[in-house]
């Protein structure tokens, strides 16, 4: 995985916290054990995995979550009459870790010896980690369905916060040198920091909800990122200063179709290379239709729908 300087930057912390984590079960040759494999689980195994790169995580213990597949094995607690805490790290994702912590005790493990809270210590994603070191920032949920205020067809603010974020934004960042990113529904400004933080510097985007938009610029302010943000209608901004677009389910049906119309209008209007990359992508048909836009590459990757679209035109 690249590091930049911006990610060094915001995200020093959590890259120290994983290194101390993987220095510790390397010093005393223990195995890692994560307990808990939704959201956090998996960000911390992507921090050591993936990040670090130095070790690998050997059980993952979730007592809810079936998976009938052969990667991962989620295995249940009773996988810990089998292991022994004295070789064992074992790191608790679960946001309630007082019963975790009450059962894992009695098999040996110490809470800042062989036990870590992870939850607590460094959250759920790089958003959550963020908000963890300064509280002026808001990427929350918007969870209300307010038609009145964001139409039938649009979907309200979920961020962009899954440990998919590396994988999706290092092939983003790869596309071309010179990228210029714009966000539809860009919501509390989650994916233009992480676009910043890959090293692109033409950011953009449009909000329609004045309150989410209002949390977008307060949380870019706070992080030191510069973004020409409209809040506004998707199918009514300026686009030609841009060359990849980014889609996180923002709307559907006849909005979605209208703004695809609106950026081949402006592929033709200033022909260029023009990529879109389209999270939880229900509006593939539209897409392609009209025979301008082509699949360039599909990731899997961790997120509602595990396909991610990268569409291209070239120039």
Same mark, same amino acid.
């Given at each position: ?6 990610y060094r930057r915001l995200f020093s912390g959590l890259m120290d ?23 956090? !689980? %998996? ?17 993952? *213990? ?6 009938? #597949?052969?990667?991962?094995? =989620? @295995? ?6 089998? *292991?022994?805490?004295?070789?064992? /790290? ?16 009695? @098999?040996?493990?110490?809470? !800042? ?8 210590? =460094? ?19 918007v969870l209300e369905r307010d038609e009145d205020a964001y139409g ?10 899954? #440990? ?16 210029? +990113? ?17 090293? &692109?510097? %033409?950011?953009?985007? $449009?909000?329609? $909800?004045?309150?989410?938009?209002? #949390? ?6 706070? /992080?030191? &990122? ?19 677009? +980014? ?12 703004? &695809?119309?609106? *950026?081949?209008? #402006? +592929? ?8 879109? *990359? ?6 593939? %048909? ?13 990731? &899997?990757?961790? /997120? ?5 679209? =990268?569409? %291209?035109?070239?120039?």
């Open positions: 995985m690249y590091i930049t300087e911006e916290y994983a290194s101390h984590l993987v220095d510790i079960a390397l010093q005393n040759n223990q195995k890692i054990v994560i307990w808990g494999y939704w959201k956090c !689980g %998996k960000f911390i195994r992507h921090l050591i995995e993936d990040c670090d790169g130095r070790t690998k995580i050997s059980y993952i *213990i979730d007592e809810k979550i079936e998976n009938f #597949s052969e990667s991962p094995i =989620i @295995y249940r607690s009773s996988v810990l009459n089998y *292991i022994s805490a004295s070789d064992t /790290l074992l790191l608790s994702t679960i946001k309630s870790v007082d019963e975790i912590k009450k059962l894992t005790s009695e @098999y040996g493990y110490k809470d !800042g010896d062989n036990f870590f809270d992870v939850y607590s210590d =460094i959250g759920e994603s790089y958003i959550a980690y963020l908000q963890k070191q300064n509280d002026m920032l808001d990427f929350a949920n039938a067809e649009n979907q309200e603010h979920t961020p962009f916060s899954f #440990s998919a974020v590396d994988k999706v934004f290092s092939e983003v960042a790869a596309l071309e040198e010179d990228l210029s +990113f714009f966000d539809f529904g860009c919501g509390k400004g989650t994916a233009l920091l992480y676009a910043h933080v890959y090293g &692109i510097r %033409k950011l953009g985007g $449009v909000e329609l $909800v004045k309150k989410v938009y209002d #949390s977008a610029m307060r949380n870019l302010h706070e /992080l030191g &990122i510069e973004a020409d943000i409209d809040n506004g209608n998707a199918m009514e901004c300026d686009i030609d200063e841009y060359n990849c677009f +980014f889609f996180y389910n923002p709307f559907r049906g006849k909005t979605f179709e209208k703004v &695809i119309g609106r *950026i081949e209008e #402006s +592929f033709r209007r200033m022909p260029r290379n023009i990529y879109l *990359i389209y999270g939880n992508p229900f509006e593939h %048909k539209a897409v392609v239709k009209n025979g301008v836009f082509s699949l360039y590459k599909q990731l &899997i990757v961790d /997120l509602y729908d595990p396909i991610l679209n =990268i569409y %291209k035109v070239t120039k």
